[in-house]
């Protein structure tokens, strides 16, 4: 068929933890789903102010994993249009609301979709541009404690990295002498302004609706205050955050044996929502692990047309690639 392709994806390795010993996503996803068998049972909206919906999907069963679609549609959103007038100078740009089907049926713009292979505790992910591992950490907390009461009060969870077998086995041989990361003051503007069927469009971009997103600006929070930051977001130009960029280092002054594997895993979990770490731990002797090592990660080729994936075949490669992982002693 036309269009159809073998299309390149990323695949992340995660594991679930829950601050409550015993619990087991799988099982309780599972207990999940069979409550919660319409679509709109399981949608969320991450604020009350926004019209932005996610929701888990369609869900199936492939080589013992769970796997699930976890899908992002804005409720309401009007549809973007370029009509191709030959005569005009340009050609003119409309926004309409999306029509129902022919059934009368309401459709929304589909805005993103992340898919993902569950084993137990294990999950391989493919993320997408807008729906990352930590809209879905957030998203599982809502579905588990909030909707469905099925993990007891106060539980945490936290989709982690898992570091590579090579960084394990150089923190085994090496001691740690210092531990050094960097990160950017991360700011993430975002349009303003209505774009409703029959309201002006605003494209403006504001700094007031900028928010901090990076393990940088958490640290930047505790040592100089929220109200600083604030200021630097509504300075705009005057202190750009953008360009500013933050480094820590922690040196040791004995050696850290015992506890370098427990130090590779909470950085791993720190880490778990940085999209390029920068990390680097420094070894006795001068060799290095670097903030890629500190993730479990790989590439599947799914079939799909026009970059759009087919789910059968998705959910089939996704599930293989976990049990390869976890079969294979990898994690």
């Not at 199936?60 to 409720?75: A, D, I, K, M, V």
Request: with cysteine.
């Amino acid at each position: 068929m036309k269009g159809e392709s073998k299309i390149p994806k990323r695949v992340i390795y995660k594991r679930a933890h829950f601050t409550t010993p015993g619990l087991i996503l799988q099982d309780l996803l599972k207990a999940a789903l069979l409550r919660l068998t319409e679509p709109a049972d399981k949608t969320w909206s991450p604020s009350q102010d926004s019209e932005l919906r996610r929701l888990l999907n369609d869900s199936s069963r492939r080589s013992g994993c769970l796997c699930f679609q976890f899908l992002q549609y804005e409720s309401g959103k009007d549809q973007t249009l370029v009509t191709l007038k030959s005569e005009a100078g340009a050609f003119p740009i409309d926004q309409e609301p999306v029509p129902p089907r022919n059934d009368g049926t309401k459709r929304e713009i589909l805005e993103s979709a992340l898919y993902c292979a569950v084993y137990e505790n294990h999950m391989a992910i493919c993320q997408s541009a807008a729906l990352r591992t930590d809209s879905l950490e957030k998203y599982l907390l809502w579905l588990l404690f909030d909707r469905t009461c099925l993990i007891p009060e106060d539980t945490a969870l936290a989709l982690a990295d898992e570091p590579t077998a090579q960084a394990k086995a150089k923190i085994e041989r090496k001691p740690i002498k210092a531990v050094r990361f960097g990160d950017d003051l991360a700011m993430n503007p975002r349009k303003v302004g209505p774009h409703r069927s029959g309201e002006p469009q605003n494209t403006v971009l504001s700094t007031e609706v900028m928010r901090t997103s990076s393990l940088a600006a958490d640290m930047l929070t505790r040592l100089l205050g929220e109200d600083k930051l604030r200021s630097w977001r509504q300075a705009g130009h005057d202190l750009d955050p953008r360009n500013i960029r933050v480094k820590v280092e922690v040196s040791y002054l004995r050696k850290t044996n015992d506890s370098g594997q427990s130090l590779l895993h909470a950085l791993a979990q720190v880490n778990r929502n940085s999209e390029d770490s920068s990390c680097e731990i420094e070894l006795e002797g001068g060799s290095t692990i670097h903030g890629n090592e500190l993730r479990v990660q790989g590439e599947i080729r799914v079939e799909g047309r026009n970059g759009i994936p087919y789910q059968i075949d998705m959910f089939r490669n996704l599930a293989q690639w976990l049990k390869d992982q976890v079969v294979g002693s990898k994690v």
